[in-house]
């Protein structure tokens, strides 16, 4: 199955189409604000009760399987904070309700993203 998704899928190291400013509530007060390059970089904080308790920063590969959906490599250079040791993550990601919305999932779980103005 990967052999084939490789040749039936573009690979870029990014593109704009998931680049922006990004903010997932992920309940209890806490949230993650992301942003994303369309070079290939990301940062995000992730607050908790409006303390910032995590802060990444790395790079990212971006794999398409059409205009608005597929998988990112998310892979950190720079992590402060709690939750230990950053590890690179391979998210499917779906752009919905016309690029304003970003889901990832990964394991399982996923994270829905809203798209925030500069």
């Given at each position: 199955?990967?052999?084939?998704?490789?040749?039936?899928?573009?690979?870029?190291?990014?593109?704009?189409?998931?680049?922006?400013?990004?903010?997932?509530?992920?309940?209890?007060?806490?949230?993650?604000?992301?942003?994303?390059?369309?070079?290939?970089?990301?940062?995000?904080?992730?607050?908790?009760?409006?303390?910032?308790?995590?802060?990444?920063?790395?790079?990212?590969?971006?794999?398409?399987?059409?205009?608005?959906?597929?998988?990112?490599?998310?892979?950190?250079?720079?992590?402060?904070?709690?939750?230990?040791?950053?590890?690179?993550?391979?998210?499917?990601?779906?752009?919905r309700k016309d690029g304003t919305e970003l889901r990832l999932t990964t394991g399982g779980d996923t994270m829905?993203f809203k798209k925030q103005q500069k």
């Open positions: 199955m990967a052999a084939t998704t490789a040749a039936t899928t573009g690979a870029a190291w990014a593109d704009a189409s998931v680049s922006g400013a990004w903010r997932a509530e992920m309940g209890q007060g806490i949230t993650i604000d992301m942003d994303v390059t369309p070079d290939g970089g990301w940062s995000s904080e992730t607050i908790q009760h409006k303390d910032v308790v995590r802060r990444m920063k790395g790079t990212y590969t971006q794999t398409t399987s059409n205009d608005h959906a597929g998988v990112l490599v998310f892979t950190p250079t720079e992590a402060v904070g709690k939750n230990g040791k950053a590890v690179k993550e391979t998210d499917r990601y779906e752009l829905v």
